[in-house]
T-cell receptor, first 115, second 110 residues
Framework: GAGVSQSPSNKVTEKGKDVELRCDPI?????LYWYRQSLGQGLEFLIY????????KSGLPSDRFSAERTGGSVSTLTIQRTQQEDSAVYLC?????????????FGQGTRLTVV | KQEVTQIPAALSVPEGENLVLNCSFT??????LQWFRQDPGKGLTSLLL?????REQTSGRLNASLDKSSGRSTLYIAASQPGDSATYLC?????????FGSGTRLLVRP
C-alpha cells in the first residue's frame, strides 16, 4: 500500500478480554515499530522489529503484551487480559531496511478503550 | 539515556506570524532527527528529516535546523496559517528507535 495501515482504527473492549492490533507496513520496509500514546502523554516506545525478529522488546509494559511479525511484513500486537490503563492510541511505524538514517512513517493508529 | 524536551508546550499566534519551535536532546550521538505533525485523533505525519551530518532542511514554509553539538533543533514556520494548527513533535534517532519529545501544541488564530 501507499502508507502504513493499521486496523482496527477503534477498538472498545471489556476489561479482561484479549485484543489484537494489526499493522501493515509500507512495502519493502523491513524495520517496524510499535508505540503507545496515552491521553495527554508523549509517545512511548514498545517494540522494534527488523525483519521477523525483535531485537528490542524493552518497551513492552508487562508480559500481557506481545508482538509478532511474519513474512517480514504484517505485525500483530496482542494485549492479553486488558486493563483500563491499557487504554491508549497504539501507533505503528515503518522505515527502510536496516538504514538508521531513513525516515520513519506512521500509521493512523488504533484507539483502544478498555471499559 | 536520551531525553528529548520541547518548548514551549503550547503556542498561540495570529495568522501570518513567523514562529520557532524548539527541541533539545541530552545525548548528541544521534543518527538523525525528525519533525512530525499530529492532528487531533490522527497519526503522525513526517515533516522533515535531518541527518546528523546536515545543518538544516527545508520544505515549503518549513525550515528545520540541527546543532548536534549543543543538542538542539528548531522548526521555523514562515507565514503561519490556521491550517498549521496541530501538535508538532520532534524525535531523535539514537540507534534504531525514535525518542520523542512531548510536543508543542500550536494554534494559529485567523
Amino acid at each position: 500500500g501507499a502508507g502504513v495501515s493499521q486496523s482496527p482504527s477503534n477498538k472498545v473492549t471489556e476489561k479482561g478480554k484479549d485484543v489484537e492490533l494489526r499493522c501493515d507496513p509500507i512495502s519493502g520496509h523491513t524495520a517496524l515499530y510499535w508505540y503507545r500514546q496515552s491521553l495527554g502523554q508523549g509517545l512511548e516506545f514498545l517494540i522494534y522489529f527488523q525483519g521477523n525478529s525483535a531485537p528490542d522488546k524493552s518497551g513492552l509494559p508487562s508480559d500481557r503484551f506481545s508482538a509478532e511479525r511474519t513474512g517480514g511484513s504484517v505485525s500483530t500486537l496482542t494485549i492479553q487480559r486488558t486493563q483500563q490503563e491499557d487504554s491508549a492510541v497504539y501507533l505503528c511505524a515503518s522505515s527502510s531496511a536496516g538504514q538508521v538514517n531513513t525516515e520513519a512513517f506512521f500509521g493512523q493508529g488504533t484507539r483502544l478503550t478498555v471499559v | 539515556k536520551q531525553e528529548v524536551t520541547q518548548i514551549p508546550a503550547a503556542l498561540s499566534v495570529p495568522e501570518g506570524e513567523n514562529l520557532v519551535l524548539n527541541c533539545s536532546f541530552t545525548d548528541s550521538a544521534i543518527y538523525n532527527l525528525q519533525w512530525f505533525r499530529q492532528d487531533p485523533g490522527k497519526g503522525l505525519t513526517s515533516l522533515l528529516l535531518i541527518q546528523s551530518s546536515q545543518r538544516e532542511q527545508t520544505s515549503g514554509r518549513l525550515n528545520a535546523s540541527l546543532d548536534k553539538s549543543s543538542g538542539r533543533s528548531t522548526l521555523y514556520i514562515a507565514a503561519s496559517q490556521p491550517g498549521d494548527s496541530a501538535t508538532y513533535l520532534c524525535a531523535v534517532n539514537s540507534s534504531y528507535k525514535l525518542i520523542f519529545g512531548s510536543g508543542t501544541r500550536l494554534l494559529v488564530r485567523p
